[in-house]
């Protein structure tokens, strides 16, 4: 049974920097493709960014596009997300996702992710 577990969230100055790291097991995840979606109060849940498990290919939203930065280290299973320059309107639950690369769906899309973290909260002050 695969598991993500969240860490690294907290409380942030805007213009601040946070990474958060999400501990992977369960299967090898060759294949797979991890993302990172966030839901802010009474909002959907948003995709951030995504990397194809082996090959490294990465996707980022417009609205995090150079100010994060999605990472893996597939020897320890984990995959990152560096924060740079937060702003308070990236305050949300963040959620880290894996789902295989086959199938209709985008990396964007939920529908593309079977398994889904817990979350962690990340709150940016202004």
């Known amino acids: 049974q695969v598991q993500l577990v969240e860490s690294g969230g907290g409380l942030v100055q805007a213009g601040g920097s946070l990474r958060l790291s999400c501990a992977a097991s369960?299967?090898?995840?060759?294949?797979?493709?991890l993302g990172w979606f966030r839901q802010a109060p009474g909002e959907g849940r948003e995709f951030v960014a995504a990397?194809?498990?082996?090959?490294?290919?990465?996707y980022y939203s417009d609205s995090v596009g150079g100010r994060f930065t999605i990472s893996r280290e597939n020897g320890k299973k984990t995959m990152y997300l560096q924060m740079n320059n937060l702003h308070p309107a990236d305050t949300a639950v963040y959620h880290c996702?894996?789902?295989?690369?086959?199938?209709?769906?985008?990396?964007?899309?939920?529908?593309?992710?079977?398994?889904w973290g817990q979350g962690i909260q990340v709150t940016v002050s202004s």
């Open positions: 996702a894996a789902g295989w690369q086959s199938g209709v769906y985008t990396d964007t899309a939920t529908e593309a992710y079977r398994y």
């Open positions: 990397i194809r498990w082996t090959e490294g290919t990465t």
């Open positions: 369960g299967d090898t995840f060759t294949n797979y493709r």
